[in-house]
């Protein structure tokens, strides 16, 4: 094949699948009314799309960042992670997957109400989505080995978590208190009523020393 052919067919393969992307914002369009209800729809799987969500919340499409927060918005709302692990867009009729580097959003801000067991922690995310941690939407801490800190995570919808942005993090942990559970004390913080571990007590006392 000459380097002529070889490029028309990669002009080709791009332009359907920016027809076939127009196609599926189309569809996602009519569905995605604020979060679509995409756990009861159960389209056929209709193949991979070269979308991919970056560990900073930076949506791309065939290598070029998205840059219309609209579109990545419209796409959140028909945003699902299934049993498998992965994580689709889905609309009425079509599932397509994408990658996902680490969380599909970014909790970019936060604020606090009340105090002890009264207290509840509302989140935003870069996508507009508004949570209040708690019964339905846990936090949950994991320990990044690479760095030996922390990395915050609060579910979203369905199995869709969002990172908390490292400054926000800051914030978080400066609302976290000593709490006995089960016998052990524990660093952690309140929303609605739940408790969310972070880390040891001790563990902690270690760290500041």
């Excluded at 990669?10 to 009519?30: D, F, H, V, Y």
């Excluded at 979060?35 to 930076?58: H, S, Y």
Aim: hydrophobic share 40%; proline share 6%.
């Amino acid at each position: 094949m000459t380097e002529h052919s070889e490029h028309r067919e990669q002009s080709l393969t791009s332009a359907t699948e920016a027809r076939g992307l127009e196609a599926l914002i189309s569809r996602a369009t009519r569905a995605g009314k604020g979060a679509a209800p995409v756990e009861r729809w159960n389209p056929d799987f209709c193949g991979d799309l070269d979308m991919e969500i970056k560990q900073d919340g930076t949506w791309f499409y065939l290598g070029t960042p998205i840059g219309r927060m609209p579109l990545v918005q419209l796409f959140s709302t028909v945003l699902r992670k299934d049993e498998d692990g992965k994580t689709y867009l889905v609309t009425p009729v079509e599932r397509v997957g994408i990658r996902v580097v680490d969380a599909p959003f970014i909790a970019v801000e936060m604020d606090v109400s009340g105090s002890g067991a009264a207290q509840t922690i509302t989140f935003r995310t870069n996508v507009g989505d508004v949570v209040e941690a708690g019964p339905g939407h846990p936090l949950r801490f994991v320990d990044e080995d690479e760095t030996g800190g922390l990395k915050p995570y609060v579910l979203v919808r369905g199995r869709l978590e969002a990172l908390v942005a490292r400054p926000v993090m800051y914030e978080l942990v400066e609302h976290g208190e000593e709490i006995d559970i089960g016998g052990k004390m524990m660093f952690a913080v309140r929303s609605k009523g739940e408790v969310y571990p972070i880390m040891p007590a001790e563990k902690l006392k270690r760290l500041s020393m």
